[in-house]
């Protein structure tokens, strides 16, 4: 397999990381492939409750698109590029576990629309997004005018967007793309922390949740509510219901086994 993309295994927790360093992690064909094996692979895997997604090296996440890549594309070719991101894309945000985003520098272009398919983002005080794909006469391509919408509202989308504007970590935070912004030495430690605490928790559980709180997001209320029932009762069929609630009767600590 590419080393473009890493993985590896921290007991349930797996740690995928983007692996160019020397180009800031920018997004190719290789590097897309690469990631949408990896998540075939993890996403087959029972035993994966919960996943990290990082950069390789200290300045980045990624960089964005490969522009180098790029340059030469037809634009025909430039649609099935884009296609295949956003292939890659869903299939992160659909994966059968949630996947923290552990943003440790620049994630623009490409890489803030990688990001934006994660769950949810920690991010480094050093971290910086936005969609400067206008400076390059071109525009997001990987999902990102949709995700971004959906995550900080339209207004802002269009601001990022048409303005191309470079935004610090702590204006992320203010905005609503990042959850929490910790000091970066610290940055991976808390993640580890936070995906290990995921992992102790009942996987259909939280895989059931999240399932609900993406496939719920964009259909009506009462549609969404349906599959919050439908769901819940599904968990009730589960060995981790019975260890889960007996195990509070009896005051103990839970011991889930993802059955
Ligand atoms: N595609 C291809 N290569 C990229 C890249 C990208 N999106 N972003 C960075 N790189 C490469 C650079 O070309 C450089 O390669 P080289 O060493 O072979 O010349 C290497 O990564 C390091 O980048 P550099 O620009 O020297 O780092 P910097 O710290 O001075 O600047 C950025 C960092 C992120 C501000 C700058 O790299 C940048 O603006 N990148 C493009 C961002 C962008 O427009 N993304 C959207 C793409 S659609």
Request: overall charge neutral; glycine content about 10%.
């Amino acid at each position: 397999m590419s080393s473009t993309v890493l993985c590896e295994r921290d007991g349930a927790v797996a740690w995928v990381r983007l692996n160019r360093p020397d180009k800031l992690n920018a997004l190719n064909a290789e590097l897309l492939r690469a990631l949408g094996a990896t998540l075939d692979v993890l996403a087959a895997d029972r035993t994966v409750a919960c996943a990290v997604l990082t950069g390789a090296g200290e300045k980045a996440f990624a960089a964005g698109a490969d522009i180098q890549a790029m340059l030469a594309m037809s634009p025909e070719q430039a649609r099935a590029f884009s296609e295949m991101g956003q292939r890659v894309f869903s299939r992160l945000e659909r994966a059968p576990f949630p996947v923290i985003g552990a943003i440790n520098g620049f994630a623009l272009g490409g890489g803030c629309e990688l990001a934006l398919a994660c769950d949810f983002l920690y991010a480094s005080d050093k971290a910086k997004f936005g969609q400067p794909e206008v400076n390059l006469g071109v525009m997001p391509g990987f999902g990102g005018t949709q995700r971004l919408a959906r995550r900080v509202g339209i207004a802002r989308a269009r601001e990022l967007c048409y303005s191309g504007d470079i935004v610090g970590a702590e204006e992320a935070y203010r905005l609503g793309l990042v959850n929490r912004v910790v000091p970066h030495e610290e940055l991976l430690a808390t993640v580890k922390e936070l995906a290990l605490k995921i992992a102790s928790k009942g996987q259909l559980a939280v895989a059931q949740c999240k399932r609900v709180l993406f496939s719920g997001a964009d259909v009506p209320l009462e549609t969404a509510n349906a599959l919050e029932s439908q769901a819940f009762g599904v968990l009730f069929g589960t060995k981790d219901r019975s260890e889960g609630m007996s195990a509070f009767l009896e005051k103990r600590k839970a011991s889930f086994t993802g059955e």
